[in-house]
């Protein structure tokens, strides 16, 4: 959940007619929602009569690993920035995969303005194997290994949650923290991180790309416009972060996730 919003920011860019079409799109949730259901129960079906699960050569899902300025950067300034994430052999049949919009659920939220997690994630998964093996890497031992090199803090944190995210003309994400900086005392920062893997996206700028902010009214400190095969990391709890409106053109498609201390 979002939270450290700014008033002044929302009565200037979420009122009047700036925010007209997605308070419309909001109003009929329901019936998008119900759509893309019934849409995808349609080619659900079609695939199991039509096109029988059968065992298939999967590449695992690997990454590389950070290098040393990388370790550098985010220990000092708690978020770094990872170009070609993924090795070679696994992301050319990850980057095949198309996601139709109808595995989505629409868009349902003003300040995070574009279709957020899967309707049904373990129909996906079983229809695009290289997401499934991208979700068994990211909640294995292998990767909790690799955050607590990254951050060196002798914290164990685990996988939480993967959520599927696209992004297109006129989405936005206002500028916040999120609400497990609440839960955050004295002497325990860092806890939660946030992983936001770009798998693919126009880039350049006003493309979606989650920025990284001094403050909640997009004072923006770095704006990712590599949003193909990227990662960004950064701690979910102390750094303000968000996305200011995709220009026409613009789309990506992205996956995220948290990597929670296992005190939470």
Same mark, same amino acid.
């Given at each position: 959940?979002?939270?450290?919003?700014?008033?002044?920011?929302?009565? &200037?860019?979420?009122?009047?007619?700036?925010?007209?079409?997605?308070?419309?799109?909001?109003?009929?949730?329901?019936?998008?929602?119900?759509?893309?259901?019934?849409?995808?129960?349609?080619?659900?079906?079609?695939?199991?009569?039509?096109?029988?699960?059968?065992?298939?050569?999967?590449?695992?899902?690997?990454?590389?690993?950070?290098?040393?300025?990388?370790?550098a @950067?985010?220990?000092? @300034?708690k978020?770094?920035?990872?170009?070609?994430?993924?090795?070679?052999?696994?992301?050319?049949?990850?980057?095949?995969?198309?996601?139709?919009?109808?595995?989505l659920?629409?868009?349902?939220?003003?300040?995070?303005?574009?279709?957020?997690?899967?309707?049904?994630?373990?129909?996906?998964?079983?229809?695009?194997?290289?997401?499934? &093996?991208?979700?068994?890497?990211?909640?294995?031992?292998?990767?909790?290994?690799?955050?607590? &090199?990254?951050?060196?803090?002798?914290?164990?944190?685990?996988?939480?949650?993967?959520?599927?995210?696209?992004?297109?003309?006129?989405?936005s994400?206002?500028?916040?923290?999120?609400?497990?900086?609440?839960?955050?005392?004295?002497?325990?920062e860092?806890?939660?991180?946030?992983?936001?893997?770009?798998?693919?996206?126009?880039?350049?700028?006003?493309?979606?790309?989650?920025?990284?902010?001094?403050?909640? &009214?997009y004072?923006?400190?770095?704006?990712? %416009?590599?949003? %193909?095969?990227?990662?960004?990391?950064?701690?979910?709890?102390?750094?303000?972060?968000?996305?200011?409106?995709?220009?026409?053109?613009?789309?990506?498609?992205?996956?995220?996730?948290?990597?929670? @201390? %296992?005190?939470?």
């Amino acid at each position: 959940m979002a939270i450290n919003l700014s008033e002044q920011y929302i009565q &200037e860019n979420y009122t009047g007619l700036k925010s007209l079409w997605f308070k419309l799109l909001i109003r009929c949730y329901r019936y998008r929602y119900a759509w893309r259901v019934s849409r995808l129960r349609v080619e659900s079906g079609y695939s199991q009569s039509h096109h029988p699960t059968a065992q298939r050569r999967i590449e695992p899902c690997t990454i590389r690993s950070a290098t040393s300025l990388e370790k550098a @950067h985010f220990r000092e @300034h708690k978020w770094v920035f990872l170009e070609n994430f993924f090795e070679k052999n696994y992301f050319e049949r990850l980057s095949l995969i198309d996601i139709p919009k109808y595995h989505l659920k629409p868009m349902a939220q003003l300040f995070k303005s574009y279709d957020n997690g899967l309707i049904n994630p373990e129909y996906t998964y079983k229809r695009y194997p290289p997401i499934s &093996e991208c979700v068994n890497f990211f909640s294995s031992p292998k990767f909790e290994s690799w955050i607590e &090199e990254l951050a060196a803090d002798n914290l164990a944190r685990v996988f939480d949650r993967m959520k599927t995210t696209r992004a297109y003309r006129g989405s936005s994400c206002i500028p916040h923290v999120d609400s497990i900086a609440k839960e955050l005392v004295s002497g325990e920062e860092n806890q939660s991180f946030n992983v936001i893997i770009f798998v693919k996206g126009t880039g350049g700028t006003n493309a979606g790309g989650t920025c990284i902010m001094r403050d909640n &009214e997009y004072d923006i400190e770095f704006e990712p %416009t590599n949003l %193909t095969n990227s990662c960004l990391i950064y701690d979910a709890g102390q750094i303000f972060h968000g996305f200011p409106p995709m220009k026409k053109g613009k789309k990506r498609w992205m996956m995220a996730f948290n990597m929670n @201390h %296992t005190s939470f």
